[in-house]
């Protein structure tokens, strides 16, 4: 099976600050990773799919990037509605895996 | 507009059985596959395993194969979950999600099952 090892698992940030998540793949998953924001009590929502591409509606300060084994997820501008937690999620192949997630919290 | 809703809460006992459902609405259901997602209390997700309604294919994660069985009705839109043996370990909220294509990022979300397994 595939791991991904998601980093850090917390985070305190202020409003305003730059945000940047990792997951790493122990081996090459081409650009099939996803990133998905959670709240709590709350089911998870897609931001990015196929590692870059924004979802439909998600506001234009989250990004994607990587390809093969290193991916970022990077909010440009911490907002208030962003304090969650985040998940990476490889889809190259079965069994599909999340990353252990990372909990971003108000400093 | 799509739309995944699934069962009650339930508490069950150990050893007993249980299947919960997730009802699909707003496109063609046989047409898209149904993955079923645990999260433990206070823990991240897993993804248990998934099924395309059309054929009825069904893939496990290894970690599940045995535990659970995902079966699908696409006369009526809906996916289930089952248990014939409940565990106090199974106790965690269950997901089920849309993909487009079998190994693929889900988009669209139920709000989840809570399953409470306890004496």
């Known amino acids: 099976d595939i791991q991904m090892t998601q980093s850090p698992s917390s985070l305190s940030a202020s409003v305003g600050d730059r945000v940047t998540i990792t997951c790493r793949a122990s081996q090459g998953i081409r650009n099939d990773l996803g990133w998905y924001q959670q709240k709590p009590g709350k089911a998870p929502k897609r931001l990015i799919y196929a590692a870059s591409t924004l979802q439909s509606g998600v506001p234009s300060r989250f990004s994607g990037s990587g390809s093969g084994t290193e991916f970022t997820l990077t909010i440009s501008s911490l907002q208030p509605e962003d304090f969650a937690t985040y998940y990476c999620l490889q889809h190259n192949s079965y069994p599909l895996i999340f990353g252990g997630g990372t909990k971003v919290e108000i400093k | 507009e799509v739309q995944l809703v699934q069962s009650g809460a339930v508490v069950k006992k150990p050893g007993e059985s249980l299947k919960i459902s997730c009802k699909a609405s707003g496109y063609i259901f046989s047409t898209y596959w149904i993955v079923w997602v645990r999260q433990m209390p206070g823990k991240g997700l897993e993804w248990m395993g998934i099924?395309?309604?059309?054929?009825?294919?069904?893939r496990y994660s290894p970690s599940f194969q045995g535990q659970v069985t995902i079966s699908a009705d696409k006369s009526i839109s809906t996916a289930y979950l089952q248990w014939s043996s409940l565990k106090a370990s199974d106790t965690a909220m269950y997901y089920c999600a849309r993909t487009v294509g079998g190994a693929n990022s889900p988009d669209y979300w139920g709000q989840g099952t809570l399953v409470t397994v306890s004496s």
């Open positions: 099924i395309y309604p059309g054929d009825s294919d069904t």
